[in-house]
């Protein structure tokens, strides 16, 4: 599968080698050959068994292994199992990075989590492209809960960001080629599980305008957590976190409710 102009502007893979710390790695198979995910427990696990699971997506060019330490710290005080996928392309994950590789690489990372969920809930998380993965599979999986933080909806923002310098020409091609499993509209429109939004409210990749496309389109009960003074890749600060563990707080009472 070669990558067209909208894989290059908009996934940046990376396979350099980055030693993980404290987790385990995990090989899954997809339809572009093999995933690669990792996995740890949160501090609040403590010796038994996790509650439920999470299971993150990067931004386009994050890593799993460095998702992991960022997840750990926004869930030291519940027992999950956290987990992470490297796209198609990224890390030791097969196949070349494409968009059209992205949905069916996290529908498979969800599976494979589930398989050793054995029924516990899984919950799924994602920031900036990492959203619109989130939603892909919440749109199709019985997913407990959803965490997004800064979702794009990759057409629309494309559209609407970049197209004035052609005439939009150049946009409508890009935007065309975003497969419509990647569509986070439609998916926020499909998906009906308790969902917390965590909002950059200094996002200059996606405005605020286009996060709220995709909240105003979420069809299942959510929270939304503004946070005034963040960037697009800004991680949660430490005058934020209160109020973001309030709403997790909120989505967990809803996943055992």
């Avoid at 097969?94 to 398989?115: C, E, F, H, I």
């Avoid at 599980?193 to 990749?205: E, I, T």
């Avoid at 389109?217 to 890749?233: C, D, I």
């Amino acid at each position: 599968m070669k990558r067209c102009l909208a894989d290059r502007l908009i996934l940046f893979p990376s396979t350099k080698r980055i030693e993980p710390k404290a987790v385990t790695q995990h090989l899954a198979v997809c339809p572009s050959g093999r995933l690669e995910l990792f996995w740890q427990r949160s501090a609040a696990v403590n010796g038994c068994e996790a509650e439920a699971f999470v299971l993150s997506f990067v931004g386009n060019n994050g890593r799993a292994e460095n998702e992991l330490r960022r997840a750990a710290r926004l869930w030291m005080d519940w027992p999950v199992e956290l987990w992470a996928m490297n796209y198609p392309g990224f890390g030791t994950s097969d196949g070349p990075a494409t968009l059209r590789s992205l949905a069916p690489a996290a529908l498979a990372a969800y599976d494979a989590v589930a398989a050793k969920a054995q029924g516990r809930p899984i919950l799924v998380a994602g920031h900036s492209l990492g959203a619109t993965s989130a939603l892909a599979v919440s749109a199709r999986r019985d997913v407990a809960g959803i965490i997004l933080h800064n979702p794009p909806p990759l057409r629309e923002v494309t559209m609407g960001r970049f197209g004035w310098w052609n005439l939009w020409l150049g946009a409508m091609h890009v935007a065309r080629a975003v497969p419509a499993d990647l569509d986070a509209i439609a998916n926020a429109q499909a998906s009906t599980s308790p969902a917390v939004f965590l909002l950059a409210k200094r996002d200059g990749l996606v405005p605020p305008r286009f996060q709220d496309m995709v909240v105003n389109a979420y069809a299942g009960p959510k929270q939304m957590v503004s946070l005034p003074n963040a960037r697009h890749n800004w991680p949660v600060t430490d005058d934020d976190l209160p109020r973001v563990k309030e709403a997790m707080f909120w989505l967990w009472e809803q996943v055992h409710a």
